[in-house]
């Protein structure tokens, strides 16, 4: 039998988007998701909150030359709606938002539109955003901008992000005050007589589910009765600030699933969004994939529709750039450019002949100083990982300028090629062999750990007892414990590690985190 095209239904204040295998209602002309129905269920979001505060893009701002990263919180409405392209294919639509000067400090400086897509025969939506602020118009500063989805606590209990970091939560309600203990910070709290007695004692923390951007790929929840899975799959970086190694939120108690495009979380001001009043700028965030997915077997495992939505993920990724969206500002593959190469390692010390750069992360971002990228969060970023032999392809890129940057696994220091580079739509541009030679004064005389980027092979205590998220207990990152850093103390009372060359044992005589 054919299959049922995607309809459109425009009512007063809402409108249904519906291809058969789900409806997505969306708010008129605020471009709010107040509802999703599939499978038997009427709403998957969160129908004990107010119809704003289950799916939504938001942003936090705050006006030139403030300081901090706390700002104004905007849970971006609309005023204007328009159909961009219905067929028994697809339907896009557009929820925009336009600024002018008579809104000079009650909203952020920015035209802003939302759109959502839905396919025919496709198990989801997708969303993304287009954020413009013109030359003339006020400076201000960009803290934070997401996609949040809010689900419904008496359906979802089961969170997933990786194989190893997935496990059943703790309710939204086990976090009220008469439950729990606020610990350093508010996101964190102690379960002190939850509803659910096994998570009694333990910590509950959202900043334990972050995500480094290169693994952020789909992360969501998995409701048991009956088998449901809601899942965000973000199919590239490009469109993310900071780079590969960001750490970002993804899915918390709630339960809440969250597709963040920049964050000042763990790095402070330095990545705070600062436009001045002569400054035009225009980006396109997305778009993300809501997939949904379900067991056709009655008495199938639930927890498989966590490897479902990773082979949803991995088509999504090999799909990408989209060919669908209907906005002009977002370019399919054929007005985009390739680059590649090989780069080699020049360290006489290790190895006369180059060394190929096996594993090395090369990426091009707007052209700034060596490491830049790190903190870079007005441009696109296009990443990828050289093989054994040091080759690499950075495909799909955007028209623009840009340096070529990287970093070695197992070398210090960065490399950033002088050169601007302007990949041109469909063009491949060949860089040969690019030779990177590492900062060094001499041979190496002794080291503590590996040039990685990462603390895995330092020394991680066991968190207090009082302080235990079982999820962590003898796992890979242990250190998302909470806490940790008070065990610095306990464990040297009287004086600050010594590290002795040639007897101690990084592994174990090595505090993974260290303050200057």
Known sequence: MPSQGVKLYVQDK??????????VTISNPDGIVTAIQYNGIDNLLAVENQEADRGYWDLVWNLAGSKGTKGKFDRIEATSFEVIVENEDQVELSFSRTWDPSLEGKIVPLNIEKRFIMLRNSSGFYTYAIYEHLKEWPAFNLDRFRVAFKLRKDKFHYMAMADNRQRYMPLPDDRLPYRSQTLA???AVLLVDPMETEFRGEVDDKYQYSCENKDNRVHGWI???PPVGFWQI??????????PHKQNLTSHVGPT???????VHYSGEDLILKFGSNEAWKKVFGPIFIYLNSLSDAGGNPRSLWEDAKQQMRIEVQDWPYTFPASQDFPQSHQ???????LLVKDRYVCKDDIPANGAYVG?????????????????????????????????IWTGDYNLYAWVPGFIGDYKYDVIITPSAGYDIYMGDLVYEPPRDGPTLWEIGVPDRTAAEFYVPDPSPMFVNRLYVNHPDRFRQYGLWERYADLYPDRDLVYTVGVSDYTK??????KE
């Open 14 to 23: 809402h409108v249904v988007l519906d291809n058969g295998i789900l409806q």
């Open 185 to 187: 910070y508010p996101e």
């Open 223 to 225: 409701c048991n009765d």
């Open 234 to 243: 973000t199919p590239s970086d490009e469109f993310r600030s900071a780079g």
């Open 257 to 263: 699933t969250l597709a963040v495009m920049h964050s």
């Open 336 to 342: 985009r450019g390739n680059v590649s190469g090989r």
């Open 364 to 396: 091009l971002a707007p052209p700034g100083d060596v490491g830049s990228w790190q903190s870079e969060v007005k441009g696109y970023q296009f990443w990828t990982r050289a093989d054994e032999d040091g080759y690499f392809c950075i495909n799909n």
């Open 509 to 514: 005589d090595w505090f993974f985190a260290q």
